[in-house]
């Protein structure tokens, strides 16, 4: 998610139980879409769910029931990679858009499939997004090539 529609949410876009996040219209395209959520993501979200305030609608609040913004959300992000030691990484609230589409795809995610879960009506934009590392690109080497060599592929080129 951007950190906008992330910032946005509701106890209502949230269903635990199948791991999903119903984002109803994009920040940027206005186009709704499904986000799936890790067994890492439900477990901190449901820990977060016994200790927010019942009464608040937003998921992540600030003053009264307003969404905190996103430089208050900024702010903690700089937080804690201080208290990780990170901070001299130069990372940002960003960069985990980039590296979340960048590990599916490495892990073998097609990208189209990518480039719906990031909400791009442009499938370039997620190619900008999304890095294969070295070692993806010598293991789909490796493997085209034995399939190749044991005469796997039929057709006139």
């Not at 307003?66 to 001299?88: E, M, Q, V, W």
Request: glycine share 8%; aromatic share 10%; net charge positive.
């Amino acid at each position: 998610m951007r950190i906008g529609e992330a910032l946005a949410l509701t106890m209502n876009d949230i269903d635990l139980k199948e791991k999903k996040v119903h984002i109803y219209e994009g920040e940027k395209n206005k186009m709704g879409r499904v986000v799936y959520l890790s067994n890492d993501a439900v477990f901190c979200l449901r820990r977060w769910f016994k200790w927010r305030d019942p009464e608040k609608t937003v998921i992540f609040y600030g003053k009264g029931d307003n969404p905190i913004c996103y430089s208050t959300a900024r702010s903690h992000f700089a937080k804690y990679l201080k208290d990780a030691g990170l901070d001299h990484k130069g990372y940002t609230v960003h960069c985990l858009r980039h590296t979340y589409a960048s590990e599916l795809l490495n892990a073998g995610m097609r990208l189209e499939v990518l480039q719906q879960l990031l909400g791009h009506q442009d499938i370039e934009m997620t190619r900008r997004y999304a890095r294969l590392t070295d070692r993806t690109r010598e293991e789909e080497y490796f493997r085209a090539m034995a399939l190749i060599e044991k005469g796997g592929l039929d057709g006139d080129y």
